[in-house]
């Protein structure tokens, strides 16, 4: 995004023009920001050659899905709908991983059908419910086993998975007695060891703690995981000040473990490859005054955007259209949903903003649409997506008439 003129564009897009053509709120993705973001990946582990499986949690948008198989990712899915939606994308089964904690049997089933890559278990209880779908079905099933390395991630609480205290994975004594568990089963091929600490991770040393916590269980463990799957969880810069995790001190890290460790390398991001690729373009609906501040009232809300609420996560505002004249003023920037949590920012010294205006909410590409929601009955609001000189509708807008 650049300032043309002092009017805001995107991939030499004009913003104001977008608003007002497709009407707002909008989520506008760049696929140039997808393409870099994805290269930027390959290039700084290039020396790992890992295998990239985008989290697909972080935004489901079929579209989108379609672009990632383009660029030769596989997919980490952590529901049936989400293995689904990666199939009809056309991204292939055999670059597949399925994650999280409370697979249902029918989705168990579903994955074995399909032949996908791996189905990373999660607790005992889990292990035996694949392995007794595996036996009726007379199949041999790949499976991984994900290790809490009670890792802190040094991230927002919400958002962190790696310690004891989350309900990720299991300790490393249950770890060790499920490898015994799944080397005697005739229907189980142990090929993985999963792990992930959490998310929006700025620094690698959590990284570098959880390899340390990793190798030593290979050890104790005595087994030969054809997989290590780091999971992903690399973080963007949501504060606009070039703060960035440094992948290449990460690779390095990576590399000295896979000189005492023969496998291959999983990556699952979400994040670093969808977060800053799109905007969330809002009018300014009302501006009412408050005691010390002014409330800017928007057409997007915590049903669009609901990261703010959730994780009292920051986004930048910025205006489509930059004023160099001194007035300055304190806003908090808000939606119109009934709650006090539906509030993105408060921002002193901010350029005077008129009703009608048109602003846009930044970084919103990963865990935006894919948490939205039809709270107070609102519709959902329309995609899209800039390819070179050309705009995609990725999902139209609802209507009401589509939630009766």
Do not use: W
């Amino acid at each position: 995004m650049i300032y043309k003129r002092n009017k805001l564009t995107i991939d030499h897009f004009d913003v104001g023009s977008i608003a007002k053509k497709y009407k707002t709120p909008i989520y506008c993705y760049s696929l140039k920001k997808i393409k870099k973001n994805i290269q930027d990946l390959k290039i700084n582990f290039r020396n790992i050659n890992p295998l990239i499986c985008y989290a697909v949690k972080a935004n489901s948008n079929l579209g989108i899905l379609k672009e990632i198989r383009k660029n030769n990712l596989g997919a980490d899915v952590v529901s049936g709908g989400e293995l689904t939606k990666v199939l009809k994308a056309g991204i292939k089964p055999k670059k597949i991983v399925f994650s999280g904690v409370g697979k249902t049997s029918e989705e168990i089933e579903y994955a074995i059908k399909r032949n996908i890559l791996l189905i990373n278990a999660e607790s005992k209880s889990e292990i035996l419910e694949i392995e007794k779908i595996a036996k009726r079905k007379k199949k041999i099933v790949n499976v991984g086993i994900r290790l809490n390395p009670n890792t802190d991630a040094k991230t927002l609480s919400q958002i962190s998975t790696g310690k004891k205290e989350n309900k990720f994975g299991v300790n490393q004594k249950i770890f060790l007695h499920l490898v015994k568990t799944v080397k005697k089963s005739k229907n189980l091929n142990l090929k993985c060891l999963s792990v992930h600490i959490g998310s929006q991770i700025l620094s690698y040393k959590p990284y570098q703690s959880m390899l340390r916590v990793v190798n030593k269980i290979i050890k104790k463990s005595n087994y030969n995981f054809e997989y290590i799957d780091l999971g992903g969880g690399m973080g963007i810069d949501y504060d606009h000040n070039k703060s960035k995790l440094d992948l290449k001190k990460y690779s390095k890290n990576i590399e000295k473990f896979l000189k005492t460790n023969n496998c291959k390398i999983i990556f699952e991001p979400g994040r670093s490859i969808m977060g800053n690729s799109a905007v969330l373009i809002t009018k300014v609906i009302y501006i009412k005054e408050g005691f010390k501040k002014n409330f800017i009232i928007l057409d997007a809300a915590m049903n669009d955007l609901m990261r703010p609420a959730l994780y009292g996560a920051k986004h930048k505002i910025i205006p489509i259209k930059k004023i160099n004249r001194n007035s300055k003023k304190s806003y908090e920037f808000v939606g119109p949903v009934c709650e006090s949590t539906d509030t993105f920012a408060t921002v002193k010294n901010y350029q005077k903003l008129n009703e009608k205006d048109y602003l846009v909410i930044c970084d919103v590409g990963a865990y935006g649409m894919s948490l939205a929601s039809n709270y107070n009955v609102r519709p959902k609001p329309l995609e899209i997506l800039i390819k070179g000189s050309k705009i995609q509708i990725l999902s139209k807008r609802q209507k009401i008439s589509d939630l009766m």
